[in-house]
């Protein structure tokens, strides 16, 4: 692999304002693929911005895909990533559901490995930081016309981050959307692509000025199953069990959510992946079963919800405050990733 060193370096951001996705290192990986030829020249180069033909398909049809991940520094040094081979799996499920060519697994995850060693001096050292990794496909094809691209550029980025939400654990508030939906069985619900991503904006801002945190969407045929809380996947603690959507196509297959299940299953809870309806939150409440709704995700690893709002009426969850559960899946989930815990189910790869 060639790597060309940026010449004129950045100025590293203070770690204790680091924010989310704000800021990004000195290099990034590029690797061209033509029909006919598959996937070739990889290199890592300086980060600069991209040249892109305006008739390029992914300006005009929007084939692309993205994934999410993070480094972490340990204390004694290490760097750990956390289930990039599951990121990376889930980066090739994305690419078939929109046409485009996989990526060799080891290939990926030397060309991540690599460009973290280039810029492991952009990982920040404070407690709860990360370097967030951000790999994305994009179809470069300059043609006017639906079909899949002939040519794609894949590329990682990365970026030193804080907290997600600048509050940290504090319990957020969601609004339930009832008008717009997000995706539908069949289509990219479960795909990690921009379209999904955009479909959302319009409810979120009109959640934000209405002074709410996040949105919790519904099922887009008859507007009453749970599916997603933002872009994150929702659970639901009822009665000592804890009840999260299925993978039915139209929600997110998260990394973190399935290591939430297995870490849940692992301490004996009960666990159920099946349907939940709007109208089942409210009567859990209304009785006194409903003990926590938190949301799972890369990024913010635990959101836990604290209130939550529906057609008017709003639910005070576990009195507005961070729940046990939710409290111990954080604990356990970044202790693993910072290695304060003992990785025991084999999710930690050390960079090196």
């Not at 340990?74 to 081979?85: D, E, W, Y």
């Not at 508030?173 to 990690?192: M, P, S, Y």
């Not at 559960?325 to 290695?339: E, F, H, M, R, S």
Request: hydrophobic letters at 40%; glycine letters at 8%; charged letters at 20%.
């Amino acid at each position: 692999m060639q790597i060309t060193r940026n010449q004129h370096p950045k100025s590293k951001p203070d770690q204790d304002s680091l924010g989310f996705g704000q800021y990004f290192t000195d290099h990034m990986f590029l690797m061209d693929y033509e029909k006919g030829k598959g996937w070739q020249n990889p290199r890592i180069v300086p980060y600069a911005p991209l040249p892109l033909d305006p008739a390029s398909m992914v300006l005009h049809y929007g084939q692309e895909v993205f994934e999410g991940l993070k480094v972490y520094r340990t204390s004694s040094g290490k760097l750990n990533f956390f289930r990039a081979i599951d990121n990376i799996r889930r980066f090739n499920n994305s690419n078939e559901r929109l046409s485009i060519p996989a990526v060799d697994e080891n290939l990926f995850l030397d060309a991540m490995t690599q460009l973290v060693l280039t810029d492991k001096d952009w990982i920040p050292v404070l407690p709860d930081t990360s370097l967030y990794i951000r790999p994305f496909i994009i179809a470069t094809d300059p043609f006017l016309g639906v079909r899949s691209s002939e040519r794609y550029l894949f590329v990682i980025i990365l970026s030193p981050v804080g907290a997600y939400y600048a509050d940290g654990m504090s319990p957020t508030k969601i609004l339930v959307e009832d008008e717009d939906v997000r995706a539908v069985r069949g289509g990219l619900g479960f795909a990690k692509t921009g379209a999904n991503y955009a479909a959302t904006i319009r409810a979120q801002e009109r959640a934000n000025l209405k002074g709410f945190t996040q949105i919790l969407w519904l099922d887009a045929i008859e507007r009453k199953y749970i599916e997603e809380v933002g872009t994150s996947n929702a659970f639901f603690v009822m009665g000592g069990t804890v009840i999260t959507p299925p993978l039915s196509g139209s929600i997110l297959p998260g990394i973190t959510r399935d290591s939430c299940l297995a870490i849940l299953r692992s301490w004996g809870v009960p666990v159920e992946e099946r349907q939940i309806s709007i109208e089942e939150i409210i009567d859990a409440a209304d009785n006194g079963q409903l003990e926590e709704i938190f949301a799972s995700g890369t990024a913010a690893v635990i959101s836990p919800v604290g209130e939550l709002t529906y057609r008017g009426r709003t639910l005070i969850i576990h009195g507005n405050t961070v729940g046990p559960t939710a409290q111990k899946l954080y604990d356990t989930l970044t202790g693993i990733q910072w290695g304060r815990l003992t990785d025991t189910f084999g999710w930690i790869t050390e960079v090196k």
